[in-house]
């Protein structure tokens, strides 16, 4: 009876040995995502990356850390919006899911606390689509568990000139800004480069999130004489301000539109007015790294331009996170940590090196939408067309 | 300054006509419907959804949805809120908070989270002033802020239902101890106010656009129009709006626009400490 309870007892301990050997536990990983408000477009957008890599990696296997296969689990949870909730959605993420590594939204608003939680909890955190002086300057003395793979602010408004000196016009330009952190640097940049590059700011509006009459500020730079238009503002903000400007008859030879008019919704929302405006960004269709095109196949007849773009850096996140994983052979914070930071590779964006402290600048570029279509204008794919078609 | 009085009567305007049906349910039922928000965008989500389904021009889609909106009010207020009255102000009050909630996900469902407008030439048409240029959809939204209020004074004070709101308004259990049916009554102003918001959802998106979050946005707009007229105030409505715009528009210019929010809530805490009443007194008028 002892004997044989004893080899039934072996067997179980065995056959429970293998078990955990080919099953490891999972690795979850935990972002919060905006599903309301005015950036819900991208919370979903930046979901189907995640899914889009999570799943990718877990038919392969899964990611092979310290020589057992584990498989990721990734939860995601709403934050309806809210900046306010993703501290403490971040928190729980760590303490009740018991989340390996986080993955980050968008913007400064959503990002910044979300790095602030990976920072105190000591959990590494991957995120992109936030400019980086925007975040860095969120932290004076740095992030240490946060990695930032996206545009550098100096380098991304320098694409607005380039494609303007593609135009001709008398040089003159309106800036129309949010007062959030974006919309501060983009516009220092914007003011702090003009003149180099041969233009003059004629005039500036810098207005807050959920501004609905432009009227005064279309009309002031209309007075200016501005033939450029250069935005950086929420989708909600800059509908009205377009609609506006054409109503008003404002006709600038070149618009930019920063957030806003970077997605399929923007061509959605205002029709032919949207017809010629430009924004800038670090990936188009066609370029890029291993997993680019499985994003572009999967998800390309759902999202468009700039939101697809959006994918694609949620996807490279987790191929990045997943990567440091591997190098790292443990998911320990600082092994995993130290991991990230030494990434050098190809991925689905592209190369990803983190050479600017935590963060990994990507090379911009500026697109145009055309006929319903965001096309690359810097460096030149087509040509640019002007005056903006829609507006004009 | 011909151009900062034109685009504040313009903002007035705009604001009167969202905040009208707001101010009307307040004044009457004592209730401020924190639900409004939901109202105006899920009404442009009706209008767009009625103009691609019918193929029809954006007015005629106004036209059919304001009907289909007072119905829906009218069946909420029967089904839902007049029950809760009846166990004072609070219970309905956080069920209007709860409609919003709940209808903010239904939108993010049924239409997804981008922002939408309206499209027709209407909201990207201008013409001039008095040598100003102006949007076509300011013209309206300040043809229909006056408008509105001018209808709206008339129904009260000229009609049999008027007169029976007002007695409802007065006196819940006197009016209908006097053969009123205040239940009737009530569902019928908050359908009046659903409809007055959709006039103004009309206008909304026409010239700007929606989320399922914004509704938020323009309930405070709304709500500080009501408060600085006066509750049930119809013309003090219309006087707060042009006021609210006036202070907007001229703060802007004078502070910048970075103290929109600053200026004219400030102005709305300014106006509770010494008239909380409101400006235009506080009995339905």
């Given at each position: 009876?002892?004997?044989?309870?004893t080899?039934q007892a072996?067997a179980a301990?065995?056959l429970?040995?293998?078990a955990?050997?080919?099953?490891a536990q999972?690795l979850v990983?935990g972002t919060s995502?905006?599903f309301?408000?005015?950036?819900a477009q991208?919370g979903?957008?930046?979901?189907?990356?995640?899914?889009?890599?999570v799943?990718?990696i877990?038919?392969k296997?899964?990611?092979?850390?310290?020589?057992?296969?584990?498989k990721?689990?990734?939860v995601?949870?709403?934050?309806?919006g809210?900046?306010n909730?993703v501290?403490?959605?971040?928190?729980?993420?760590?303490?009740n899911?018991?989340?390996?590594?986080?993955?980050?939204?968008l913007?400064?608003?959503?990002?910044?606390?979300?790095?602030?939680?990976a920072d105190?909890?000591?959990?590494?955190?991957?995120?992109s689509?936030?400019?980086?002086?925007?975040?860095?300057?969120?932290r004076?003395?740095?992030?240490?568990y946060?990695?930032?793979i996206?545009?550098?602010?100096p380098?991304a408004?320098?694409m607005s000139?380039k494609a303007?000196?593609?135009?001709?016009?008398?040089?003159?330009?309106?800036?129309?800004l949010?007062?959030?952190?974006?919309g501060?640097i983009?516009?220092?940049?914007?003011?702090?480069?003009?003149?180099?590059?041969?233009?003059q700011?004629?005039?500036?509006?810098?207005v807050?999130?959920?501004?609905?009459?432009?009227?005064?500020?279309v009309?002031g730079?209309k007075a200016a004489?501005?033939e450029?238009?250069?935005?950086?503002?929420?989708?909600?903000?800059?509908?009205?301000?377009?609609?506006?400007?054409?109503?008003?008859g404002f006709?600038?030879k070149?618009?930019?539109?920063?957030k806003?008019?970077?997605?399929?919704f923007?061509?959605?929302?205002?029709?032919p007015v949207a017809?010629?405006?430009m924004?800038?960004?670090?990936?188009?269709r066609?370029?890029?790294?291993?997993?680019?095109a499985e994003?572009?196949?999967?998800l390309?007849?759902?999202?468009?331009?700039k939101q697809?773009?959006?994918?694609?850096?949620?996807?490279?996140?987790v191929?990045?996170?997943?990567?440091?994983?591997q190098?790292?052979g443990s998911?320990?914070?600082?092994?995993?940590?130290e991991?990230?930071?030494?990434?050098?590779?190809?991925?689905?964006?592209?190369?990803?090196?983190?050479?600017?402290?935590?963060?990994?600048?990507?090379?911009?570029?500026?697109?145009?939408?055309?006929?319903?279509?965001?096309?690359?204008?810097?460096?030149?794919?087509?040509?640019?067309?002007a005056p903006?078609?829609?507006?004009? | 300054?011909?151009a900062?009085?034109?685009?504040a009567?313009?903002?007035?305007?705009?604001?009167a006509?969202v905040?009208?049906?707001?101010?009307?349910?307040?004044?009457v039922?004592?209730?401020?419907n924190?639900?409004?928000?939901e109202f105006?965008v899920?009404?442009v989500?009706?209008?767009l959804?009625?103009?691609?389904?019918?193929h029809v021009?954006?007015l005629a889609a106004?036209?059919?949805?304001?009907?289909?909106?007072?119905?829906?009010?009218?069946?909420?207020?029967?089904?839902?809120?007049?029950a809760?009255?009846d166990?004072?102000?609070?219970?309905?009050?956080?069920?209007?908070?709860g409609?919003?909630i709940?209808?903010?996900?239904?939108f993010?469902v049924?239409?997804?989270p981008?922002?939408?407008?309206?499209p027709s030439?209407?909201?990207?048409?201008?013409?001039?002033?008095?040598?100003h240029?102006?949007?076509?959809?300011s013209?309206?939204?300040?043809?229909?802020?006056l408008?509105?209020?001018v209808?709206?004074?008339?129904?009260?004070t000229?009609?049999?239902?008027?007169?029976?709101?007002?007695?409802?308004a007065?006196?819940?259990?006197a009016?209908?101890?006097?053969?009123v049916?205040?239940?009737?009554?009530f569902?019928?102003c908050?359908?009046l106010?659903?409809?007055l918001?959709?006039?103004?959802?009309?206008?909304?998106?026409l010239?700007?656009?929606?989320?399922?979050?914004?509704?938020?946005?323009?309930?405070?707009?709304?709500?500080?129009?009501?408060?600085i007229?006066?509750?049930g105030?119809?013309?003090g409505?219309?006087?707060?709006a042009?006021?609210?715009?006036?202070?907007?528009?001229a703060?802007?210019?004078?502070?910048g626009?970075?103290?929109r929010?600053?200026i004219?809530f400030?102005?709305?805490?300014?106006?509770?400490?010494?008239?909380?009443?409101g400006l235009?007194g506080?009995?339905?008028?």
């Amino acid at each position: 009876m002892t004997i044989r309870y004893t080899r039934q007892a072996s067997a179980a301990t065995l056959l429970l040995a293998t078990a955990a050997g080919a099953f490891a536990q999972d690795l979850v990983v935990g972002t919060s995502l905006p599903f309301a408000g005015p950036f819900a477009q991208y919370g979903e957008t930046v979901r189907d990356g995640y899914q889009l890599a999570v799943e990718q990696i877990n038919a392969k296997g899964g990611v092979m850390v310290g020589g057992k296969t584990h498989k990721l689990k990734l939860v995601i949870l709403d934050n309806q919006g809210d900046p306010n909730q993703v501290a403490a959605q971040g928190r729980k993420l760590v303490q009740n899911e018991k989340a390996v590594a986080l993955l980050g939204a968008l913007t400064p608003m959503f990002n910044v606390p979300i790095s602030v939680v990976a920072d105190s909890a000591k959990v590494p955190l991957v995120m992109s689509l936030v400019p980086i002086d925007a975040w860095q300057n969120a932290r004076k003395g740095g992030w240490h568990y946060a990695w930032n793979i996206y545009a550098h602010e100096p380098e991304a408004t320098t694409m607005s000139w380039k494609a303007a000196d593609q135009i001709t016009t008398n040089k003159k330009v309106a800036l129309f800004l949010n007062s959030d952190d974006d919309g501060e640097i983009w516009g220092r940049n914007w003011a702090a480069q003009a003149q180099a590059a041969g233009y003059q700011i004629a005039y500036t509006a810098k207005v807050p999130m959920g501004t609905t009459n432009w009227s005064t500020h279309v009309n002031g730079a209309k007075a200016a004489g501005a033939e450029i238009v250069l935005g950086q503002l929420i989708p909600p903000d800059a509908i009205a301000l377009w609609k506006q400007m054409k109503a008003l008859g404002f006709k600038p030879k070149m618009a930019t539109c920063e957030k806003c008019g970077s997605g399929a919704f923007w061509v959605d929302a205002l029709g032919p007015v949207a017809d010629g405006t430009m924004t800038a960004d670090v990936w188009v269709r066609g370029m890029g790294g291993p997993g680019a095109a499985e994003v572009t196949q999967a998800l390309g007849d759902k999202w468009k331009g700039k939101q697809l773009t959006g994918a694609v850096m949620a996807y490279t996140a987790v191929q990045v996170l997943a990567d440091a994983m591997q190098r790292a052979g443990s998911t320990a914070p600082q092994a995993l940590n130290e991991a990230i930071g030494k990434t050098d590779g190809n991925f689905a964006v592209g190369k990803v090196k983190f050479s600017l402290g935590h963060a990994a600048p990507v090379p911009s570029l500026m697109l145009q939408w055309q006929g319903g279509q965001a096309l690359r204008i810097v460096p030149k794919d087509v040509a640019v067309i002007a005056p903006a078609a829609g507006l004009n | 300054m011909l151009a900062l009085l034109l685009d504040a009567l313009a903002t007035g305007g705009l604001y009167a006509t969202v905040a009208l049906g707001l101010s009307l349910v307040a004044g009457v039922m004592r209730l401020l419907n924190l639900a409004q928000g939901e109202f105006l965008v899920g009404s442009v989500y009706l209008m767009l959804l009625v103009g691609k389904t019918l193929h029809v021009d954006p007015l005629a889609a106004v036209l059919v949805a304001l009907p289909v909106v007072g119905l829906v009010a009218y069946g909420v207020q029967r089904g839902l809120l007049q029950a809760l009255m009846d166990h004072g102000g609070e219970a309905p009050l956080v069920a209007t908070f709860g409609l919003s909630i709940a209808a903010q996900a239904l939108f993010q469902v049924g239409f997804g989270p981008a922002a939408v407008t309206i499209p027709s030439d209407y909201g990207v048409t201008g013409t001039t002033v008095l040598g100003h240029p102006m949007r076509v959809v300011s013209l309206l939204a300040l043809g229909l802020g006056l408008g509105l209020t001018v209808l709206t004074h008339a129904l009260l004070t000229h009609t049999t239902y008027g007169r029976a709101l007002r007695a409802a308004a007065e006196d819940p259990m006197a009016a209908q101890s006097l053969g009123v049916d205040v239940r009737h009554v009530f569902a019928l102003c908050f359908a009046l106010g659903a409809v007055l918001t959709a006039a103004g959802a009309a206008v909304v998106g026409l010239g700007f656009s929606v989320e399922p979050a914004s509704g938020l946005l323009w309930l405070l707009r709304a709500v500080a129009v009501v408060v600085i007229g006066g509750m049930g105030s119809v013309w003090g409505t219309l006087a707060a709006a042009v006021l609210l715009g006036l202070v907007e528009e001229a703060g802007a210019a004078l502070a910048g626009p970075e103290y929109r929010d600053v200026i004219m809530f400030g102005l709305l805490v300014l106006i509770l400490v010494v008239r909380p009443t409101g400006l235009f007194g506080k009995a339905l008028r």
